[in-house]
């Protein structure tokens, strides 16, 4: 018999940007990328981390939002306007709005110092650019040094209007702790991509995930057979989404060398990152054959 079933969890690919060998963007490669995921993923997380956002100017990410919306329509597109700054990120806000997108994400302030008052103001000013736009805020306090527990987050998605949460690092170890504090209506995707089913049966929306750009298949899977109740369908897709952290190691390098040898564009680095070696390299290439449909 079926266990318990839970609602299908929200699957978003954290896509990569891709370069080419210069370092210079490659939109045809990116396209190529969104195409290829085409309904194989719920919808594309865009110029995020995993899309080395730091390293690219604003047109650059204003052409992957085009790209993206072009490509896989604009309720599919989360586009993210995390800066730096507020003025960068209100920027952002604005020309992706009038390229229709609808969905936004928006990483904490980061590199100064700053207290839950700042977080207020930034996220404010952005959701007020947004208008009616669902804005995302995103929690990675490793990468930010900005922690926002989930009561002050519960407080600042009441006053400022955000709509849901990304969680990543420790934020996403804390993701049930974010749960119960929120708002039902409040959603939240984890960044810790093989945690899908606990997220879901923590009340979760789903995840928003770097490995699923180069691995869709076990990720949709497994949501599958946590929304069907499925044990064993289950336990052999988690099987499958672990062996990719595995081989990948959860990196955006590891996951442009999946797509690399996947013909998918190159895996030129624009950020300083360490090197693959021959032992990840085959680890990859044993994966890609593995699941090839």
Do not use: C
Request: proline fraction near 5%.
């Amino acid at each position: 018999m079926p266990e318990s079933s839970f609602p299908r969890a929200e699957i978003l690919a954290a896509v990569p940007t891709l370069f080419d060998e210069r370092g210079e963007l490659d939109l045809a490669a990116n396209i190529r990328l969104y195409r290829a995921l085409g309904d194989r993923v719920d919808g594309l997380f865009v110029a995020g981390t995993t899309g080395e956002f730091p390293a690219l100017d604003h047109g650059e990410r204003i052409a992957l939002a085009r790209a993206a919306v072009d490509t896989a329509g604009a309720n599919r597109v989360v586009f993210h306007v995390g800066a730096a700054s507020t003025r960068d990120s209100v920027r952002l806000t604005e020309d992706a709005l009038a390229l229709g997108v609808r969905r936004l994400a928006t990483l904490t302030p980061y590199y100064l110092p700053v207290n839950l008052g700042a977080v207020e103001r930034h996220f404010a000013a952005i959701t007020t650019a947004a208008g009616d736009a669902h804005v995302y805020g995103y929690l990675f306090p490793e990468r930010t040094g900005v922690v926002v527990g989930p009561a002050d987050y519960a407080r600042l998605s009441e006053t400022t209007g955000l709509a849901g949460a990304k969680l990543s690092g420790s934020a996403a170890d804390r993701f049930s702790d974010f749960r119960r504090a929120l708002p039902q209506h409040v959603r939240l995707w984890s960044g810790a991509d093989t945690a899908l089913a606990g997220v879901v049966r923590a009340g979760g929306t789903g995840i928003v995930s770097g490995l699923s750009a180069a691995f869709p298949e076990p990720f949709a899977a497994l949501a599958d057979a946590v929304a069907d109740g499925d044990a064993d369908a289950e336990r052999a897709a988690q099987a499958r989404a672990d062996a990719v952290l595995a081989a990948l190691g959860g990196t955006p390098e590891g996951i442009k060398n999946a797509l690399r040898q996947q013909e998918i564009g190159a895996d030129t680095m624009r950020m300083p990152a360490p090197l693959t070696g021959p032992g990840t390299d085959a680890a990859i290439a044993r994966l890609v054959a593995a699941e090839r449909p």
